[in-house]
């Protein structure tokens, strides 16, 4: 969370705003809560720059062709759901050259301490990735990709917190070393759904195979919900209302009457799971209703996304090149 003070401060000025996401398959609820949704709402509150992270989609993703076409996906379903680009820079990060040339610079201060505390890369090693250099130095990417732009907020889920405080780390260590260059930036993280939980309640994530796809087929969303885990309640039985991935899931895409109600009929008992979930697939349904509308106008037109991603791309280059300029002169280069 941004300080009270320090976002009314933010106000006064023009406030950069950024943050991306990687192309490395269906985009998902947790995707579209934790950051999409927020990013949506904060392209009106100041200039904010939204990318497709290829780069970092290359440490899981090694198909060109895949990677072609889940860049596209994503560039489509990003515009489905609001990203506004009269309002938001929308651009590729392989298309904008001073990020790696930052990313070399930092890493060049970076301490090795601080990216083996880094928990995704552990996390991506327990879950079998080959522990390539690319996944170690991760967060160095991440934080050239911040730092390039002067960024002062960056909309993320609560995952990508601790590479926020690597990219805040990597500033204080630089502007010491070689005088004031870089912005310090500050994450912002949805309260409510810092993490969305996936179909088995853990977080929703690609690589846990838990996902729900924001623009999933109808027949293959119904059969998700219905297998969604639950505890073994009796239909007679009121039902556990905490922790359950279930309400979870419905407070996001629910009227808050209509979740109120769910809740009061857990508790009373009578209803059995499986009544719930028809109701949680029938909220998700209609809450991504105009946004597939959306989306198949957007397919209708397929110059549109290569339209937005050129613009959006000279728009990253010029502030890039601008800081880049900077941080060259500060170092010695
Ligand atoms: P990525 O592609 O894994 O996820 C994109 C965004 O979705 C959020 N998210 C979630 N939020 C809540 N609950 C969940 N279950 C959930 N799953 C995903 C993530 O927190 C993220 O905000 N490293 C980043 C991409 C990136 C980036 C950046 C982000 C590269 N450079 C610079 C911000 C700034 C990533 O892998 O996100």
Redesign the pocket.
């Known amino acids: 969370m941004i300080p009270f003070l320090q976002l009314v401060s933010l106000f006064l000025t023009t406030m950069r705003i ?5 192309p ?1 398959g269906t985009l ?4 579209y ?4 949704k927020p990013a949506i709402e904060w392209q009106d509150r100041g200039e904010a720059l939204y ?1 497709i ?1 290829d780069l ?1 989609a290359l440490t899981t993703v090694q198909d060109a062709a895949e990677l072609r076409s889940n860049v596209r996906d994503v560039a489509v379903d990003f515009l489905a759901c609001g990203l506004d680009p009269a309002k938001a820079c929308f651009f590729q ?1 392989s298309q904008v050259p001073a990020i790696t040339e930052l990313a070399w610079i930092l890493s060049t201060l970076t301490p090795m301490g601080l990216l083996e505390r880094c928990h995704s890369y552990k996390d991506k090693l327990a879950k079998g990735l080959a522990p390539t250099h690319g996944l170690f130095a ?1 967060p160095v ?2 934080a050239a ?2 730092l390039i732009y002067d960024s002062d907020v ?7 917190k601790q ?2 405080e690597v990219a805040r780390d990597l500033v204080l260590k630089f502007n010491d070393t070689f005088g004031d260059t870089l912005k310090l930036p500050e994450p912002s993280i949805p309260d409510h ?6 179909l088995d309640g853990e ?4 690589s846990y195979r838990n996902t729900i796809g924001m623009f999933e087929e109808e027949k293959s969303l119904r059969k998700k919900i219905m297998s969604l885990k639950t505890d073994s309640s009796p239909m007679e039985a009121p039902k556990p209302v905490e922790n359950s991935t279930l309400l979870d899931l419905y407070k996001l895409v629910a009227s808050p009457s209509d979740h109120s109600q769910m809740v009061a009929e857990f508790l009373a008992g009578g209803i059995g799971y499986g009544d719930f979930k028809k109701r949680l697939f029938g909220a998700i349904w209609e809450y991504f209703g105009p946004m597939r509308t959306r989306r198949e106008e957007i397919l209708a037109h397929p110059d549109l996304v290569d339209t937005v991603l050129r613009e959006g791309r000279e728009k990253a280059n010029g502030i890039a090149d601008g800081v880049m300029a900077r941080v060259r002169t500060a170092v010695g280069l």
């Open positions: 950024l943050s991306g996401i990687q490395s998902h609820l947790g995707n809560f934790g950051m999409m990318f992270a970092h990060q991760y990417l991440m990709d911040i960056v909309p993320v889920g609560k995952d990508q590479h926020i759904t810092a993490v969305v939980p996936g977080k929703m994530s690609k």
